[in-house]
């Protein structure tokens, strides 16, 4: 299946999770903030959270400045 991670397309194997995407990415679970179709998924529900084909996942990573 194809979803896209920060708008940027992305191949999955059928059945893989929000946690199995952010593996794939690459990017650390730590000090991030996820959504699915825009709805925010907490850290405890990506393990269980299940993609279909087309879902789009936005990324949103912490960081400090002033």
Same mark, same amino acid.
């Given at each position: 299946?194809?979803?896209?991670?920060?708008?940027?397309?992305? /191949?999955?194997?059928?059945?893989?999770?929000? +946690?199995?995407?952010?593996?794939?990415? #690459?990017?650390?679970?730590?000090? &991030?903030?996820?959504?699915?179709?825009? /709805?925010?998924?907490?850290?405890?529900?990506? +393990?269980?959270?299940?993609?279909?084909? #087309?879902?789009?996942?936005?990324? &949103?990573?912490?960081?400090?400045?002033?």
């Amino acid at each position: 299946m194809t979803v896209k991670i920060n708008d940027k397309p992305t /191949t999955l194997a059928d059945g893989a999770t929000l +946690a199995d995407a952010l593996m794939e990415a #690459g990017v650390m679970p730590e000090g &991030i903030a996820t959504a699915l179709n825009g /709805t925010v998924v907490s850290s405890d529900k990506r +393990a269980s959270t299940q993609l279909t084909d #087309g879902d789009n996942i936005l990324i &949103i990573k912490a960081f400090y400045g002033g």
